[in-house]
């Protein structure tokens, strides 16, 4: 992936007199957020929002380069995220075991379920289908209108 931090930087979206909610400040943290964790949802109520109000911040006039800030979060916090999944698949940390509503002992060993997980976001990543998921495309996209941008200059 490219330089991460100059991904990041972008220009917040212009607000009329707003004590809180989507400040500058909020906007960055909100970005930082949803770097480490790819869901707009989480990284949103971190920063005391809604993630729909973070859609309708994302639609405003003025917006685009928060937009493109917000396309490569998603995709750094998806990458995050695999990596945690992946190590986490190392883990031999015990975890309960229950029988009905009873606990019965202790599993350790990996958990086959988060390898499961890493290995569908692999195979994703191998077949081309996170190519086609829309910030992927909004990406493409942008880097598109900048190639033929320079070509006309």
Known sequence: MPNAPNLLRFTPVPLQRRARGWTP?????FIAALAQCGIVA???RSVGCSPRSAYHLRARPGADSFAAAWDWAIEMGLDAARDRAMALIHDAAPRPLFRGRREVGYRTGPDHRIMFAALRSLAGDVEG???HMPHRVRIDQREQTEQVRSDLL
């Open 129 to 131: 289908l996170r190519a």
């Open 25 to 29: 400040d909020a906007q960055a943290a």
């Open 42 to 44: 989480h990284a949103a």
